[in-house]
């Protein structure tokens, strides 16, 4: 098994991303700068952040080397507090607080500033949680408030002050006096910044580099709240802000927090949100950096020394080594078995062996299947791993672990079709006629043909590859390894542990989108031409299961129907799949109208209208003449 946790570990090759990213924090000429380390949840991102933060300290635990502090965040920590921005000021500036080397040299820099974060909070949080409760507290002698709010104060007389603040109006009275002082908060951040730099300068250091990584574990508010507390810093000298995030969902953060009415209904909706999303992602990052995905040879690579890293344990640092000196001259061709073998001893040869065809055929359909993603292909190999004990266990006979993998593969990237075979083996003693037809097809590209006996699911570019690929299925029996799947046919693993949070995000947005016009823009602009077929089939896949669970739950209707109604292909097969698995009579009728409405821009939906039961209400409505 293998864990899933971010390393400075260097197995994909990322220290030269790493390198390039520590080459522009280090060019004096670029400060302050902010840099955003982009790329798919599971890319990476977590390990070149570690490994700059490795480089930077050469491993000194207080943070500090050559002048250069830096200081390591993960952005999710700040999600249970109320106020994120603030909690992420709060923790820097503790940082030079408690420093062993710097404190005693910030300390009356550091006073100012927590002071400075505590007003920025107040003024953030709601008024009847912090600001109301303080004022009244403020009678009795109990807090201190912003100088401004004091000044106010002074001019009423207590009873009448009392009486506005323990009425239903308090909230509206000091959020007129707030309102009326809006220069105050200017001045704060404008003093928060001179105070940060002139820490800075006290401290003696040359160069400060905040990491903050996982913001895309956060939720929409709490994202933002940080990227908000990055930009009080952004004209600040010496400093270097570097971010890991998945930029699909800082969009969908940005967008949830200013999308407004007017955008909303504006003539053109999608062309301003994007400008509004970009504007501000291009004031923010000045240097945006998008982590390629993994090619065949690079997964292969990964591959084997994941599982050099689990066979040999503590002599895995000689590969290691000696991955990165094959680096230094050759940086395109896999790093295999064949490089190494003079760092193996006979025992680890034994074991590696049969992993060495498992490699070279797993890598190019896990690199179509699985995107190149490293998260994905860990938590491939591990489930990979227990499918296998499992197997062992069990005493199962004639077990082709390769062509395990292969299925799993299938079962991730196309879940549909690999639910489909199963049907179909189910019902001929495990040895589908289907397979044989398909793979004879694949191999001739005979794509029209298996469209014509199948579906236009089987003839895309990553399904073919599959079916061309090594092991073939013609002839065996899979019924075993179905059996050792059996518990996730209903759940697959791309509905459990590989689902991206961009994907679940989306699919939460969908289904409860607000008002249909959102749900038409949403359609338009995140998912028809904009996923990529794993993420759609996942998406679908998703819905499925909702609409099979509450049939009745007009809102997952209506998601299929926008999509049908914009001619997703896909969308409309799902819901055929799923018409037929769900009771009839639970279907809301007044989503005839929006059937019919939608088959005025796609005929094809009309195909559904004869699948309904003829005594369901749906039925009846559609017929109504």
């Given at each position: ?39 798919d949840w599971g890319s990476g991102k977590s390990s070149i952040l570690q490994i700059v933060k490795e480089e930077l300290t050469g ?112 909230e509206d009275f000091l959020k007129d006096i707030i309102k009326k002082n809006e220069d105050e908060e200017v001045t704060i951040v404008r003093e928060f910044r001179d105070d940060f730099k002139e820490m800075i300068d ?424």
């Amino acid at each position: 098994m293998w864990a899933d946790n971010e390393t400075s570990e260097d197995l994909l090759g990322f220290k030269v991303h790493a390198d390039l990213l520590v080459d522009v924090i280090r060019d004096d000429k670029v400060l302050p700068v902010t840099i955003g380390v982009f790329g798919d949840w599971g890319s990476g991102k977590s390990s070149i952040l570690q490994i700059v933060k490795e480089e930077l300290t050469g491993g000194n635990k207080d943070g500090l080397k050559d002048g250069t502090l830096v200081l390591y965040f993960n952005g999710w920590v700040f999600e249970g507090y109320d106020d994120a921005k603030a909690a992420l000021l709060e923790s820097i500036i503790e940082k030079f607080d408690k420093h062993e080397t710097i404190g005693n040299k910030v300390k009356d820099k550091t006073v100012k500033l927590f002071k400075s974060v505590k007003w920025m909070r107040l003024l953030g949080l709601s008024f009847k949680k912090v600001i109301i409760p303080g004022a009244a507290a403020y009678l009795t002698g109990g807090l201190s408030l912003l100088p401004f709010l004091v000044n106010e104060f002074s001019q009423f007389k207590t009873e009448d002050l009392v009486e506005k603040l323990k009425g239903d109006g308090a909230e509206d009275f000091l959020k007129d006096i707030i309102k009326k002082n809006e220069d105050e908060e200017v001045t704060i951040v404008r003093e928060f910044r001179d105070d940060f730099k002139e820490m800075i300068d006290k401290s003696e250091i040359k160069k400060l580099v905040v990491i903050i990584d996982d913001l895309d574990r956060c939720t929409p508010d709490r994202l933002i709240e940080n990227l908000e507390a990055i930009k009080l810093f952004l004209n600040v000298e010496k400093t270097a802000f570097v971010i890991g995030a998945d930029p699909r969902i800082v969009r969908h953060a940005i967008e949830h927090r200013y999308k407004t009415d007017s955008i909303e209904n504006a003539d053109d909706p999608d062309s301003r949100n994007k400008r509004i999303v970009s504007d501000y992602l291009e004031k923010l990052i000045q240097v945006p950096y998008y982590l390629p995905k993994l090619t065949d040879n690079e997964v292969e690579t990964y591959l084997t020394l994941l599982f050099c890293k689990r066979e040999m344990e503590g002599d895995f640092q000689k590969v290691i080594d000696a991955f990165i000196e094959n680096r230094k001259s050759n940086r395109y061709d896999v790093f295999g078995l064949g490089d190494i073998q003079n760092i193996l001893n006979d025992e680890q040869k034994k074991k590696l062996a049969e992993s060495v065809s498992l490699i070279a055929s797993l890598s190019p359909i896990i690199t179509e299947g699985l995107k190149g993603n490293p998260r994905q292909i860990k938590r491939f190999l591990n489930t990979f791993t227990l499918r296998n004990r499992l197997a062992e266990v069990a005493k199962l006979s004639d077990f082709k672990i390769d062509i395990l993998a292969k299925l799993m593969v299938l079962e991730y990237a196309e879940t549909s079709l690999f639910k489909e075979i199963y049907n179909w083996q189910s019902t001929q003693k495990g040895e589908p006629k289907e397979i044989i037809i398909l793979e004879k097809l694949a191999s001739e590209e005979n794509t029209e043909e298996i469209k014509k006996q199948f579906s236009p699911a089987w003839t895309s570019e990553k399904v073919l590859k599959w079916l061309n690929a090594e092991p073939k299925l013609t002839t065996e029996d899979l019924r075993d390894y179905y059996w050792i799947s059996r518990d996730q046919l209903s759940t697959t693993i791309s509905g459990a542990s590989l689902i991206s949070p961009h994907i679940r995000s989306l699919t939460k947005k969908l289904i409860d989108p607000g008002s249909g016009s959102i749900l038409t823009n949403t359609i338009r602009q995140e998912v028809i031409g904009k996923l990529n077929d794993t993420d759609m089939e996942t998406l679908l896949s998703l819905l499925e299961k909702e609409l099979i669970k509450s049939p009745e739950n007009d809102n997952i209707h209506k998601v299929f129907i926008e999509m049908m109604a914009q001619n997703s292909t896909e969308a409309l097969d799902a819901f055929k799949r799923v018409i037929k698995k769900i009771d009839h009579n639970k279907i809301p009728w007044n989503l005839a109208n929006e059937l019919k409405l939608a088959a005025n821009s796609n005929e094809n939906i009309k195909s559904l209208y004869s699948l309904f039961d003829k005594n369901s209400s749906i039925n009846k409505a559609l017929n109504r003449k």
